[in-house]
């Protein structure tokens, strides 16, 4: 379970301070695939980074698996952040110099975790997200779909119970997109992980279990997916239409 309980977050820059986020809540179930959009600059990766323990805030409450983030040190957040989430991000972050499964298997082996277990593990990665022949290949050898496959597979080797996603299909075509996408929704069945994504990609989020809209900081709206996707993709790109502004990639 993630909770974010009215937050407040602000960028000081110099002697001026620029409100971002204000009276945030968000509730998200275990399991859940729930995207965040929003217009830029709306504070959509602010949050994320806020959940993820990279800043701070001044008002509010963010509750991870019961822990509420404000009680812990910088040393229990980096802990929190290595057992219980996985991150992925736009531009993959794959390490050029090692193979799609030595990538897979980078944050256990700088854990030094037990070698045998890591690679049943890493191969039930590679089959869950079907990038298992190319397992023995080099980032510069293989698709955007796969380079993000592949770095969601990264993700989930420390067996995270919440991934947090960046814009991950922001550097990928329609095809590969949802190839991610699908890998998002076998990661919810088959592992139970929650997946919270921040998106510009009305098609990629039609296909969450709920999408939460923000504008200027606030959450404006929240869209609940009732099993039709075409239904929910239209109601979303209306919600997103009255915003205005460039918050869609798909118009
Ligand atoms: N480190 C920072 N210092 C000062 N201001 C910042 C900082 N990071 C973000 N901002 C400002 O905070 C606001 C929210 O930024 P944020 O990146 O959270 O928006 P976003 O909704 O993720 O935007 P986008 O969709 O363009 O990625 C923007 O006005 C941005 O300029």
Redesign the pocket.
Known sequence: MLEVRNLYKS?K?GSKI?P?LHDVNISINDGEFVSIM??????????LNCISGFISYEKGEIILNGKRLKDLSEEEISVVRNENLGFVFQDFMLLDGLTVFENICMPRIIQNGDWRKMEKEANKLLEIFNISEISDKFPVEISGGQKQRTAVARALINEPNIILAD?PTGNLDSKSSESVIKSFIEVKKRLGVTVFM?T?DSIAASYCDRVIV?KDGRVFKEIINNGNRKEFLDKLLNILKDLGGDNNDNE
């Open positions: 960028y820059t620029y971002v929003g217009a830029s600059g709306s504070g959509k990766t602010t949050l814009e921040v510009h923000m």
